[in-house]
């Protein structure tokens, strides 16, 4: 096995996604994480740290599990690989397709597979401009998204994305519009939260009069907004914003990369917990549990029926659409959630979770803990009263992180903004243990300041 330093000499050749390049090329600033256990992870020194961001929001059963593992292998062995394109299907890409959409609210029945969130959500759009020109309505191109969004990396998933990921990269901004941010915490002022709800949806109203509804094809929303900082919006959001789209015969696309397949309780967010039914869903993640990369744009009735028209070909595809490996490990992964009662699980110790880790709220740095279940964002303040924020350059989210590593837990730094997603098969006496840290780490910091 290689020793740390010869793959940190390998590692020079890697680029790493959303890191400062720079500050990398400096001694101890990468850590190597050379294998992992159910909750756990293990770095190449040895140290046991709790895997408090899940991968990256995605391995909900946790690592190791040798249902998904020996599924992907038992696939290679099988059919390592075709393609999904022209005539083309194999049994792991059908029984999932039917599979997703069973699970699927409402009349979101077929399927098509990638394999990334931002390629799921850029196939959304690629769909609704085919499903307008086919309608004979070309014009109708441009996509509403919110201040706080993240939607993924490609050059139209970045466009969606709110704009501080996209500072000093050229993005696709023709073709989208961000409505104001729906944090109430942070930028509601004086109203109240069902004042500034009436807000939201008057400024989404006058935004689609201004733009023009027939210019405008889609809304793209999380749940909860995730890599944005775990921005929950007023309750009743979701259900009055789908309302106002359908209104204009905008489609709603709720992009549940995230916060579908028990991250939130449930295989998908949109209704269980929304009570509402989007045009399109799109996810990721959670589908394999990170096992393998895939993702998948979940159509309605309606949009599939116009795209499958005659007269006209879907010219659209990836190489690895479908793959087969990737959608054995989507059937396994699934397969666990059902079998062991995860998201019904979850509703209970997310809760737990949720709860513990708001009683971090005592510590007079920590100005709001937010989210919901396995889907939490703690907000660092300078003063609480005025909801005053730490200067950029103090880099507190980065040092608390640093101070949770040390002590054995992976949370992710977002500027004043600490996140964990963990897995979703942690217990009580671990909701403590991260606890315990977070308020140690927390301390050392503020006391540092």
Not at 35 to 44: C, D, I
Not at 175 to 192: A, E, F, I, K, N
Request: aromatic fraction near 8%; include cysteine.
């Amino acid at each position: 096995m290689s020793s740390t330093n010869d793959i940190l000499e390998q590692d020079n050749h890697l680029i790493q996604s959303f890191a400062d390049l720079n500050a990398l090329k400096q001694q101890g600033a990468r850590t190597v994480i050379s294998r992992a256990e159910g909750p756990y992870v293990y770095g190449s020194d040895g140290q046991r740290m709790i895997d408090g961001i899940g991968g990256l929001w995605c391995v909900n059963v946790g690592h190791g599990r040798e249902e998904i593992i020996s599924a992907v292998a038992d696939q290679l062995r099988t059919l390592d690989y075709y393609s999904t394109f022209y005539n083309f299907t194999h049994p792991k890409a059908a029984e999932l397709a039917a599979k997703v959409a069973s699970l699927a609210p409402g009349h979101l029945n077929t399927v098509y597979f990638g394999n990334s969130g931002s390629v799921a959500n850029d196939s959304a759009v690629r769909i609704l401009h085919h499903y307008n020109i086919r309608k004979g309505k070309p014009e109708k191109r441009i996509v509403l998204s919110r201040t706080g969004a993240y939607h993924g990396s490609t050059h139209l998933a970045i466009a969606l994305t709110t704009p501080l990921y996209s500072e000093g990269w050229h993005a696709a901004r023709d073709m989208v519009h961000h409505l104001p941010s729906s944090h109430h915490w942070r930028d509601g002022g004086d109203m109240t939260e069902a004042e500034f709800l009436d807000y939201l949806m008057a400024t989404m109203r006058e935004a689609i009069e201004h733009i023009g509804p027939d210019s405008i094809c889609a809304f793209f929303a999380e749940p909860i907004q995730g890599a944005g900082g775990v921005i929950v919006a007023p309750e009743g959001y979701h259900k009055r914003a789908l309302e106002i789209c359908h209104e204009y015969d905008i489609k709603y696309v709720a992009d549940e990369v995230v916060t579908a397949f028990g991250r939130l309780g449930h295989f998908f967010a949109s209704e269980d917990v929304y009570d509402m039914v989007p045009d399109i869903i799109t996810t990721a993640k959670g589908l394999t549990s990170g096992y393998q990369p895939l993702s998948a744009t979940i159509v309605s009735d309606d949009i599939h029926d116009v795209i499958s028209g005659p007269d006209g070909m879907f010219m659209h595809g990836m190489t690895y659409s479908g793959h087969p490996a990737a959608c054995a490990a989507g059937l396994a992964n699934i397969a666990i959630m059902e079998n062991e009662g995860i998201p019904e699980r979850v509703r209970t110790t997310g809760k737990q979770f949720e709860s513990i880790l708001r009683g971090l709220m005592d510590i007079g740095m920590v100005g709001e803990v937010r989210g919901s279940h396995f889907m939490i964002g703690i907000e660092f303040v300078k003063d609480r009263a005025t909801r005053e924020s730490h200067a950029p350059e103090k880099q507190v989210g980065l040092k608390v992180a640093q101070a949770c590593q040390r002590r054995g837990l992976i949370v992710r730094p977002l500027g004043n903004v600490l996140i964990l997603s963990p897995t979703l098969i942690m217990d009580a006496p671990m909701f403590d243990d991260i606890a315990a840290i977070l308020r140690e780490a927390i301390n050392e910091v503020a006391t540092a300041l």
